[in-house]
């Protein structure tokens, strides 16, 4: 097969490797306190698979023994978890006040305009995934972009094109 499509690059629900479960369960295992521990729970997750789907989230619940609307309740509440397959790189996007009053929402129609796709989503090559999030407390920065871990700071619309061929293959 010759062109590879969002579904081939990321990890559907149903593949979810047992492995992966077996490496989190021994994490969690080597925790001193670990219902005080959830986020980071959630971050080792993530880190492992991905992005949390309902089948991650479930499985900690069911590990630290509390319901499952609590995991639930955190994963919604931090724009950094996701629950969607994402692409290979993730551009983020700071929303926060100091980055939006510096024009962060021009950045992010031009990122939009660019990619044909919009924030939540990711291309149909599975290369891109657009999310925006709060303040990364990097406001002296603003507006900030980061690529998975890599900073970008003083982003305008015109960076846009520069920012984007770093990771077009
Ligand atoms: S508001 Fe964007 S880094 Fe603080």
């Not at 990890?11 to 670990?34: A, N, W």
């Not at 303040?135 to 920012?163: F, H, Q």
């Amino acid at each position: 097969m010759e062109k590879s499509n969002i579904h081939e690059q990321t990890t559907s629900v149903k593949d979810l490797p047992q492995d992966l479960f077996d490496e989190l369960r021994k994490y969690i295992d080597g925790l001193e306190d670990r219902k005080g521990s959830l986020i980071n729970i959630l971050h080792k997750a993530q880190s492992l698979f991905g992005f949390l789907p309902r089948e991650v989230q479930l499985f900690i619940a069911r590990e630290l023994g509390i319901p499952g609307s609590q995991v639930f309740g955190v994963v919604s509440f931090y724009s950094y978890f996701t629950t969607k397959p994402t692409g290979k790189y993730t551009i983020s996007l700071c929303m926060g006040t100091a980055c939006f009053v510096k024009g962060a929402d021009k950045v992010k129609f031009k990122l939009e305009e660019k990619l044909g796709v919009k924030f939540g989503e990711t291309t149909p090559d599975g290369l891109f995934t657009l999310r925006d999030v709060r303040c990364v407390g990097a406001c002296g920065l603003a507006p900030v972009v980061l690529v998975n871990e890599k900073v970008y700071g003083n982003v305008t619309e015109n960076d846009v094109d520069r920012i984007l061929s770093d990771y077009q293959e």
